[in-house]
């Protein structure tokens, strides 16, 4: 049987804010191989996820272009026009969290692995990120999931106990360290299935 929940964590890229380079970069390169070449090999997650634990944009940009001079223009338009990045909210996915907000029975929360330095443009857009009772956004603190740390974080800030927290992501990396650390977690696939597995679970 499991423990009763008390709160809830929400990750917010891919689960309610549907965000893709490909948005951008499809107006920038001719062909969808050039551009999934510049993506893998210049521009690349791992490159993107050192902003999200706290990396400077200047000194990420800086690095890029020393080693890809060739491909300035299209590196700085990666936080540049990042805005165009943005695809719009998951209308599925926000509807549960509207939901549970008006239920009122849960603490809600967020945490993110998110630039500090685009965060807030990311606030100005999606007015649902004010239903939440609490967000950590890895480019503020310093650090980014699977970090066992920033589980300790929220947990801290917000007094939640693992045990009664359920933490949703479609990262699996990241939920596996969620259940490591101690909380009760949901592997995101879609809203129909996130549905279905908490009306099981609340």
Known sequence: MKTAINNLIFDLGAVLIDWNPRYLYRQLFESEEGMEHFLEKVCTP?????QDGGREIRVADALLIDRFPEYKAEILAFYGR??????????GTVTILEDLKSRGQHGLYA????????????????????????????????????DPRIYAAIC?????????????DDNQRNIQAAQNFGLQ?????????????LNKLL
């Open 111 to 146: 945490l993110t692995n998110w630039s500090a330095e685009t965060w807030p443009k990311a606030v100005e857009r999606f007015d649902f990120l004010n239903w939440f009772d609490g967000i950590l956004v890895s480019g503020q603190e310093k650090m980014r999931k699977p």
């Open 185 to 197: 977690t949901i592997h995101f696939t879609t809203a129909e299935t996130l549905a279905e597995e």
């Open 156 to 168: 801290e800030k917000y007094k939640l106990h693992p045990a009664h927290t359920l933490f949703i």
């Open 46 to 50: 791992a490159w993107n996820e050192e």
């Open 82 to 91: 990042w805005p165009e990045m943005l695809g719009g909210d998951i209308s």
